[in-house]
């Protein structure tokens, strides 16, 4: 399964969060730049290893390259947190 990089449209400062194909937030970080995203969501944090095996993330992908739009993974996270309440 695919985790997405989602953050800020200008990748400027702001949260960015890991979000699982199915909308399931697994992370998130508040960064100064888009740049920094992929480094404090995961590259830089091997104690997040085991959260992502147990969610089987075979990837990393930024939303722009995951095929799917802005407002498709918004409306996919909306419908996992009204499914898991």
Not at 38 to 47: S, T
Not at 60 to 73: K, L, N
Request: charged share 30%; aromatic share 12%; with cysteine.
């Amino acid at each position: 399964m695919k985790a997405i990089i989602f953050g800020p449209e200008n990748n400027g400062e702001g949260s960015y969060y890991l979000i699982r194909e199915d909308g399931k937030v697994l992370c998130s970080h508040f960064c100064s730049h888009g740049g920094y995203a992929a480094g404090d969501l995961f590259e830089n944090r091997p104690e997040r290893k085991e959260m992502f095996e147990e969610n089987d993330i075979t990837c990393f992908v930024w939303s722009d390259q995951s095929g799917y739009t802005r407002e498709e993974i918004i409306n996919r996270n909306k419908k996992y947190h009204e499914a898991n309440k």
